[in-house]
């Protein structure tokens, strides 16, 4: 069975401080690695995915976030955080064993304040 | 990246009544459609995984005759609460995925159910 774990319910920082909000999976075979990002009461949208090669995924709005296979982890980044960032983190992911479903962790609420 | 639009966005109904929900991929074919539910402050619960012109799969828990999916063409998917009560009250969210392992699920805005 695959799972996520987002082991922190809310991170605050400061606007202009990086941030990083924490995501570790457990998956059979090579892991398919998603981060979205949900609004209140609006739906989930993409931020990015690993799916092979560069270790370092670039997405939308400057994120970014690390695949560690060591680590199982996948960690959500930005380098200067902004007050709209504020917002609920899901980290998902997909085995290449596992079908089509994705399984998504708890998620994180991420606070950027002035 | 591609849109997947939901209707209604909310709805208040009687306890009893059905109430349909339609999740359409606007700008692309999806193979497949996910139907999911989120609780306040929790994470999304897959209910069913619904490929065009065959049965929905059912996750285990999820009544299949109270949640009856359709998912006649490669861009509808409807999700029909029936005779819904105060329990099935939640945010529904439907997401779209064109089949390969490399692509991501598209996520529709959500639907609010209240039911009274």
């Known amino acids: 069975a695959q799972s996520v774990a987002q082991p922190e319910d809310q991170v605050n920082v400061a606007e202009g401080n990086p941030l990083t909000v924490k995501c570790t999976y457990s998956?059979?075979?090579?892991?398919?690695l998603f981060w979205y990002v949900q609004y209140p009461n609006r739906g989930l949208q993409f931020l990015l995915k690993?799916?092979?090669?560069?270790?370092l995924v670039k997405g939308s709005y400057g994120f970014e976030a690390e695949f560690n296979k060591s680590q199982t982890s996948f960690h959500l980044k930005k380098p200067s955080a902004l007050v709209s960032d504020s917002a609920l983190y899901f980290c998902?992911?997909?085995?290449?064993?596992?079908?089509?479903?994705?399984?998504f962790g708890t998620g994180t609420q991420l606070k950027v304040e002035l | 990246g591609a849109v997947v639009s939901q209707h209604p966005s909310w709805v208040i109904c009687k306890s009893g009544t059905s109430v349909k929900i339609e999740c359409r991929s606007l700008?692309?074919?999806?193979?497949?459609m996910f139907w999911y539910r989120q609780f306040p402050k929790q994470s999304l619960m897959l209910m069913a995984t619904?490929?065009?012109?065959?049965?929905?799969?059912?996750e285990q828990g999820v009544e299949k005759d109270k949640f009856l999916i359709n998912h006649a063409s490669l861009t509808l998917s409807t999700l029909t609460v029936t005779s819904a009560h105060p329990e099935d009250s939640s945010f529904y969210i439907c997401?779209?995925?064109?089949?390969?392992?490399?692509?991501?699920?598209?996520f529709g805005p959500g639907t609010r159910l209240t039911v009274l």
């Open positions: 700008d692309f074919q999806a193979t497949t």
């Open positions: 998956v059979s075979g090579n892991p398919y």
């Open positions: 998902a992911v997909r085995g290449t064993g596992g079908g089509n479903k994705l399984t």
């Open positions: 997401s779209a995925w064109q089949g390969s392992s490399y692509n991501e699920q598209f």
């Open positions: 690993y799916i092979t090669g560069d270790n």
């Open positions: 619904s490929n065009e012109g065959s049965k929905a799969t059912y």
